[in-house]
């Protein structure tokens, strides 16, 4: 998916970062940075998953002519800060020099994903494969985030988490009423233009967020 190519390119970025903050000693230094990626990283994921939610039917008309796949867009949309997380969180440990614990995490989420396909997908089916992918990712993520808590001291306050999360509802639930007041449908210029005016909403409102945190 495009959005993702973005947590990508950071996740590759943030190695030498880290690596030359850690050769120098520098925890305050890999603490703010870890800090700044993940918190970075946690407000892209909640926004691309409110318009996957907002756009995700008029998405799955567009592109593939199906109300069911606008419907996997919407439902996989709920694992995106996961995965997104996730992807940002296995940079930061290879930029700390935790290669080989990444290795062993994705060897073992393999595993599992291999086991549980051939357990479960027979007998559910779609339902199973997509339950999969949810597990083992969530699986994943939680062993990498507190593997990088760990190593980099790195904390999220509630505070942030929430108006991170704030913000995305908000911005997602503003497309999804301005594509009901237009009419959308799966009108292509209507979808991109409405998740611009979303991705705009939600950096006012994380500016004025930030602002007031900062005057504080």
Known sequence: LFPSCVMVALAELIVPK????QVQKNADGIHAAVHTILLG???YSLLCAALFLALGGGLG???????????????FALIVPVMYLDMLADGCLKGLGEMMFCMY?????????????WL??????????????????IFNFILSLRRLQKVSGLRLSPREVLSSLGAALLSGGAVW?????INAGNSVPALVLSGLAGVALFALISGAAGGRRASG
Do not use: H, Q
């Not at 880290?18 to 903050?21: G, Q, S």
């Not at 008309?61 to 439902?75: F, K, V």
């Not at 995490?105 to 396909?117: E, K, T, Y």
């Not at 009423?177 to 007041?181: E, H, P």
């Open 61 to 75: 008309m567009a592109l593939y002519d199906s109300a069911e796949a606008g419907r996997y867009i919407r439902l």
């Open 41 to 43: 990283g946690l407000r």
């Open 120 to 137: 479960l997908l027979p007998r559910w089916g779609i339902a199973a494969y997509l339950f999969t992918i949810c597990f083992t990712e």
């Open 177 to 181: 009423v301005l594509l009901k007041i």
């Open 105 to 117: 995490v994705n060897i073992a989420d393999a595993g599992l994903s291999a086991l549980m396909v």
């Open 18 to 21: 880290l690596t030359e903050a």
